[in-house]
């Protein structure tokens, strides 16, 4: 079965850091691009970041460019993303999501910017 867990969230003050982590199983990871995504309430779900198998190929949402990093690990088949200078406007759930396995999601791991 395909299982994403995301992990690393949490209350963190304007400014500051995270980072998040997404364990997977299920699926040949290293053979799939991934992806985070962020939904905030009464927003739709967003892309925020992709890369590609070898981890050469990178998309980020404008919002988060030069701030958020994406980075994979082939060996842990774990997908990660730091996320630098946080701004309230990125208090979301994130999720990771696999081209592979694009109907399975987690349960997200929830983010708060605030002071």
């Known amino acids: 079965q395909v299982q994403l867990v995301e992990s690393g969230g949490g209350l963190v003050q304007p400014g500051g850091s995270l980072r998040l982590s997404c364990a997977t199983s299920?699926?040949?990871?290293?053979?799939?691009?991934m992806s985070w995504y962020r939904q905030a309430p009464g927003k739709e779900r967003e892309l925020v970041a992709r890369?590609?198998?070898?981890?050469?190929?990178?998309d980020y949402a404008d919002s988060v460019k030069g701030r958020f990093t994406i980075a994979r690990d082939n060996v842990k088949n774990t997908v990660y993303l730091q996320m630098n200078s946080l701004k309230p406007e990125d208090t979301a759930v994130y999720y990771c999501?696999?081209?592979?396995?694009?109907?399975?999601w987690g349960q997200g791991t929830q983010v708060t910017v605030s002071s």
């Open positions: 890369v590609s198998s070898y981890g050469t190929i990178f």
């Open positions: 299920g699926f040949t990871f290293r053979n799939s691009v």
């Open positions: 999501n696999a081209d592979v396995a694009k109907n399975y």
